[in-house]
């Protein structure tokens, strides 16, 4: 079990380190969005490069935070007859969501949609726009953001396993709304204060 957690923390730390920096693709989208309008608009002139890049930026960024979307809870979620159930129902519920949907769906995605990519990539597929790009690159992002869900799936699958054999905490457990180094500040500042408490009782102590 020990082993599963480990891979279940590394599929963690690879959906967290994706999320964080997929913002960057919305950015990214964001600003040729904006250029592309102060262009057309200034001098009367846009390419349909500058309008496709746009919903490719946004594609991956939406596909590829699939995980992270899943680690953090944020998915859309209808449970109102589920948080009524007692806790050990509710995990069972998502193990067998995680086992039996979701993984089948991935592989299913997955299998469809490689030969796709593969087929696009070797003939070199273009958009039919005037001035569009190439079309695989974009079509990647749909292997690419399965398999990271798909891996988050089965960290989750662990952790609920765990969590019912008494080996790892609560996977439903309320997510801390802190950044990493807004809890690094309060360790800090909790250990501070418990040195400062220490210096204080020696001191009566010392003087004795």
């Keep these: 079990m020990q082993a599963l957690l480990s891979l279940s923390r590394a599929i963690d730390r ?12 919305i950015f990214a989208s964001t600003f040729i969005s904006a250029a592309n309008a102060i262009v057309r608009k200034a001098f009367d002139t846009s390419s349909n490069a500058f309008l496709e890049v746009q919903w490719y930026l946004f594609a991956w960024s939406f596909l590829i935070a699939a995980g992270w979307t899943l680690l953090n809870r944020e998915h859309v979620r209808i449970d109102v007859v589920n948080s009524r159930l007692p806790k050990k129902v509710q995990v069972w519920i998502d193990i ?4 039996l949907f979701l993984t089948p769906l991935c592989i299913t995605i997955l299998y469809l949609s490689m030969p796709v990519v593969i087929q696009m990539y070797q003939s070199g597929e273009v958009s039919g ?22 891996l988050q799936g089965w960290s989750e699958l662990i952790k609920r396993i765990a969590f019912l054999r008494g080996q790892g905490p609560d996977p ?3 997510l801390s709304d802190k950044s990493a180094e807004e809890e690094l500040a309060e360790a800090l500042r909790a250990e501070a204060e418990r040195k400062q408490e220490q210096a204080l009782s020696a001191a009566p102590a010392a003087q004795r």
Excluded: T
């Excluded at 067998?96 to 086992?99: D, E, I, T």
């Design 172 to 174: 439903m457990g309320k």
């Design 96 to 99: 067998v969501g995680f086992a």
């Design 14 to 25: 690879l959906n967290a380190f994706v999320g964080k920096y997929s913002i960057w693709l």
């Design 129 to 150: 726009n005037p001035g569009g790009l190439i079309r695989w690159p974009v079509w990647v992002a749909i292997p690419v953001g399965i398999a990271l869900l798909m």
